[in-house]
């Protein structure tokens, strides 16, 4: 009787070992069925067997069953519950369903037993992250980068915290970190690029980004876009236009390409063509107000200002317009208007926009190129407007030349009435008085220097 038991506890050994080796090439081979399927022939005896129940939860992941993973992980635990690479997958699933807090405890256990563990700090940080709690996931991600240099995960994550924290210049050098270990990567190059766009407008430094990467890549359609937008950005509309045209050649029909081939295209003052192309990135996308903007400007140059009239309508009704929007609209049907050569309609709309971005000249310097067109009652409220706005400002100075002119005739009929001072209406309808010593002051302020530099761009 004793021999036949010893046979059976044999046999049963043997059994168990041949079954966690099919298990092993089953798993290696990513054949999850095939466990899944002979587990339901387990007897009581393998309960108690961690190889073969952790083989059955590693097949249930890989069949992304976590609930079913869970328990078997569960049960491996309960066997053995300090094993912490069962408990690194305990803590993975129990995440994937949710329970966020459990997988948290679990991966401060592994830490608190094998601080420099990779996984459960990576993973700890992830939950973190997912709880906008930044502040702590950075203290672990910093941690586990100056052990692991080369992960670009972990500059990836450092990245994404640094932006949540707005720390812009350190989320830069992270990424930075990660187009280094991996050039080739188009994700990471197009969101560092769009980085320095925003906190460093380098463009020169974003075309050198572009072109490594595309040097592994080189059909890549993120980094084209994102080289062509650099030129924009760069004034260099030959070249952008170039790009965008050769990738909508290529059978690249997207948004993107369209708009950035009309912009340029209107910027070389090819307005016939750059009508064409934006009327189609507006049909793809109607809702981009940048678009609709530049849409609206190539219409008006052709005097179609009804057409314009009616794109920025449409801008106003899809949206709830930030200020910024609003100041663009104003200044696009301003110029309509004076496309229409109502030049008063025109240049209330102008102050309308100028009153919304008291910063900027561009409204001023529209303002100033119309203001002879227009009763005199308007002209020195914009003439002392705009030297206000202008302070501390380089601008373009043409104008003045025109400017200096009108008040000097404006002196000479004081003088000629025996007047000190001249009165005058501002736009907004407030009477306003210049003496003949101000006068002087801006006819002098008037006279062009050989410092010149280029006014603001409009859009």
């Known amino acids: 009787m004793r021999t036949t038991c010893v046979i059976l506890l044999l046999l049963t050994i043997?059994?168990?070992?041949?079954?966690?080796?099919?298990?092993?090439?089953?798993?290696?081979?990513?054949?999850?069925?095939?466990?899944?399927?002979?587990?339901?022939?387990?007897?009581?005896?393998?309960?108690?067997?961690?190889?073969?129940?952790?083989?059955?939860?590693?097949?249930?992941?890989?069949?992304?069953?976590?609930?079913?993973?869970?328990?078997?992980?569960?049960?491996?635990?309960?066997?053995?519950?300090?094993?912490?690479?069962?408990?690194?997958?305990?803590?993975?699933?129990?995440?994937?369903?949710?329970?966020?807090?459990?997988?948290?405890?679990?991966?401060?256990?592994?830490?608190?037993?094998?601080?420099?563990?990779?996984?459960?700090?990576?993973?700890?940080?992830?939950?973190?992250?997912?709880?906008?709690?930044?502040?702590?996931?950075?203290s672990i991600l910093e941690k586990i980068a100056f052990n692991y240099p080369s992960n670009i995960s972990i500059q990836i994550a450092l990245a994404d915290c640094y932006l949540k924290i707005n720390d812009k210049a350190r989320a830069i050098y992270s990424l930075s970190e990660a187009h280094r270990l991996n050039p080739e990567n188009d994700q990471i190059s197009e969101n560092l690029s769009n980085l320095i766009f925003i906190l460093e407008g380098d463009p020169k430094r974003v075309i050198t980004i572009c072109d490594t990467t595309l040097a592994y890549n080189p059909e890549s359609i993120k980094m084209w876009a994102t080289k062509g937008k650099a030129y924009f950005m760069m004034k260099d509309y030959g070249k952008a236009s170039k790009i965008f045209r050769n990738q909508i050649d290529k059978g690249d029909l997207s948004y993107t390409n369209y708009k950035y081939l009309g912009a340029s295209l209107l910027a070389k003052d090819s307005i016939i063509e750059a009508a064409d192309i934006l009327n189609i990135a507006y049909k793809l996308n109607d809702g981009d107000v940048e678009n609709s903007l530049l849409f609206s400007k190539a219409l008006t140059a052709q005097s179609l200002t009804d057409s314009s009239a009616y794109i920025l309508a449409q801008c106003e009704q899809l949206i709830e317009p930030p200020k910024n929007i609003v100041y663009e609209i104003l200044k696009a049907r301003g110029d309509i208007k004076i496309a229409e050569k109502k030049y008063l309609d025109g240049l209330k709309l102008y102050d309308q926009s100028r009153k919304l971005a008291p910063n900027s000249m561009v409204s001023w310097n529209k303002m100033l190129q119309v203001y002879n067109k227009v009763p005199d009652t308007y002209t020195l409220g914009i003439i002392k407007g705009f030297i206000e706005a202008g302070k501390n400002q380089h601008i373009k100075l043409e104008p003045y030349i025109h400017l200096s002119y009108h008040l000097k005739k404006l002196k000479e009929k004081a003088f000629f009435e025996n007047k000190q001072e001249i009165e005058y209406n501002e736009p907004n309808g407030s009477k306003g008085k210049l003496n003949l010593i101000e006068l002087d002051r801006l006819i002098d302020s008037f006279y062009p220097s050989n410092k010149i530099n280029p006014s603001v761009s409009n859009l």
């Open 14 to 138: 043997q059994v168990i070992v041949a079954q966690t080796k099919d298990f092993d090439s089953a798993l290696r081979n990513r054949q999850y069925e095939v466990i899944v399927k002979n587990a339901i022939n387990f007897s009581s005896q393998d309960s108690s067997n961690l190889k073969l129940i952790t083989q059955i939860a590693q097949a249930y992941e890989g069949l992304n069953d976590y609930r079913k993973a869970y328990q078997w992980y569960e049960q491996a635990l309960k066997i053995d519950p300090n094993l912490l690479d069962i408990k690194g997958s305990f803590a993975r699933v129990s995440s994937l369903l949710g329970k966020k807090a459990q997988a948290k405890d679990l991966y401060i256990d592994i830490i608190d037993a094998d601080p420099g563990n990779y996984f459960a700090n990576y993973q700890l940080a992830s939950i973190l992250r997912e709880e906008e709690n930044h502040i702590d996931a950075l």
